[in-house]
């Protein structure tokens, strides 16, 4: 049998208090105030999601920290005072904007990606107005435009005003993730035989999957908070959530707090909702690492 090492206490509480010194000698300044700006950011959001929650269920409140009693109808009046139609219309806006933009943001990312022409600085420019200026900007313009068409006030002109935003949007996502992939790679494809369309469709997806991913979260997270270019073009038919979420807190009659808290719980949970459908299928921390690349 093989002798054990005995060693003298005084060795063994060295070798054990050494592993707690490296872990103190990690922790920095920047750490300790990174984590407590994360803890206060945490705390307060928490608090916020809270408050909005409990008075969604209040009876009355009269300015304590607790409400007099708790109810559960001011959610039945939300969903039968028009949160059931606007949701209808939110995720149908948010899925044929975002089916709509990948078809044709996607192809142009690739193209702006591989292709070298006059003017690709500017066209690159020019894509990024309408998604870093404020979109009140342009909403009356285009609300404008699209009334004069006979669009307003449908659910095709939501669409369509979402769009202008979104598309942009999409293909500034898309180009860094086609950088990425060498050219060597389509080589290889055509040296193959793979036409344009399969090479698209079967090379190069599934190498963009991340890339695609990535941008279908961002456009429905745009489309979720898009407020005023939806404000100036829906109808009663087509308004979104978020703007019966504001034509309640703006009802001059005066909406109870409760009820105007009930439908902000169900515009949270609709947000919740889509965006684990989205982390369903990519990871971000794969997206970001795979555009590093």
Same mark, same amino acid.
């Given at each position: 049998?093989?002798?054990?090492?005995?060693?003298?206490?005084? $060795?063994?509480?060295?070798?054990?208090?050494?592993?707690?010194?490296?872990?103190?000698?990690?922790?920095?300044? %920047?750490?300790?105030? %990174?984590?407590?700006?994360?803890?206060?950011?945490?705390?307060?959001?928490?608090?916020?999601? #809270?408050?909005?929650?409990?008075?969604?269920?209040?009876?009355?409140?009269?300015?304590?920290?607790? =409400?007099? !009693?708790? %109810?559960?109808?001011?959610?039945?009046?939300?969903?039968?005072? !028009?949160?059931?139609?606007?949701?209808?219309?939110?995720?149908?806006?948010?899925?044929?904007?975002?089916?709509?933009?990948?078809?044709? !943001?996607?192809?142009?990312?690739?193209?702006?990606?591989?292709?070298?022409?006059?003017?690709?600085?500017?066209?690159?420019?020019?894509?990024?107005? =309408?998604?870093?200026?404020?979109?009140?900007?342009?909403?009356?313009?285009?609300?404008?435009?699209?009334?004069?068409?006979? @669009?307003?006030?449908?659910? #095709?002109?939501?669409?369509?005003?979402?769009?202008?935003?979104?598309?942009?949007?999409?293909?500034?996502? %898309?180009?860094?993730?086609?950088?990425?992939?060498?050219?060597? #790679?389509?080589?290889?494809?055509?040296?193959?035989?793979?036409?344009?369309?399969?090479?698209? @469709?079967?090379?190069?997806? =599934?190498?963009?999957?991340?890339?695609?991913?990535?941008?279908?979260?961002?456009?429905?997270?745009?489309?979720?908070?898009?407020?005023?270019?939806?404000?100036?073009?829906?109808?009663?038919?087509?308004?979104?959530? $978020?703007?019966?979420?504001?034509?309640?807190?703006?009802? =001059?009659?005066?909406?109870?707090?409760?009820?105007?808290?009930?439908?902000?719980?169900?515009?949270?949970?609709?947000?919740?909702? @889509?965006?684990?459908?989205?982390?369903?299928?990519?990871?971000?921390?794969?997206?970001?690492?795979? !555009?590093?690349?």
């Amino acid at each position: 049998m093989a002798q054990q090492t005995l060693q003298p206490p005084a $060795v063994t509480a060295v070798l054990r208090a050494r592993p707690r010194r490296q872990a103190l000698r990690k922790i920095t300044v %920047t750490s300790v105030i %990174t984590w407590a700006a994360a803890a206060c950011f945490a705390l307060v959001l928490v608090a916020l999601v #809270t408050s909005v929650v409990i008075e969604s269920f209040a009876t009355q409140w009269r300015g304590g920290w607790w =409400p007099g !009693g708790f %109810t559960g109808s001011w959610y039945g009046q939300a969903w039968r005072g !028009g949160v059931s139609q606007a949701l209808t219309a939110t995720f149908q806006v948010a899925v044929v904007v975002v089916l709509i933009a990948l078809v044709i !943001g996607v192809p142009a990312g690739y193209a702006l990606a591989r292709r070298s022409f006059p003017g690709k600085s500017a066209v690159m420019l020019f894509l990024l107005l =309408p998604v870093m200026l404020p979109p009140l900007t342009y909403a009356v313009q285009l609300s404008a435009l699209i009334y004069r068409i006979g @669009l307003g006030g449908t659910l #095709t002109g939501v669409i369509i005003a979402n769009l202008v935003p979104i598309v942009p949007l999409v293909v500034l996502v %898309t180009v860094p993730f086609v950088e990425r992939i060498a050219p060597e #790679t389509e080589s290889a494809a055509r040296v193959f035989g793979a036409g344009t369309f399969r090479l698209f @469709l079967h090379v190069l997806v =599934p190498l963009l999957r991340p890339g695609i991913a990535a941008a279908a979260i961002l456009a429905m997270v745009r489309v979720l908070g898009a407020f005023e270019l939806t404000f100036f073009i829906s109808g009663p038919q087509s308004q979104t959530l $978020v703007v019966a979420l504001y034509g309640a807190a703006s009802n =001059p009659a005066g909406a109870a707090p409760p009820l105007i808290a009930a439908m902000s719980v169900f515009y949270m949970a609709t947000a919740v909702v @889509l965006l684990l459908i989205g982390l369903r299928f990519v990871s971000p921390a794969d997206a970001v690492s795979t !555009g590093r690349r």
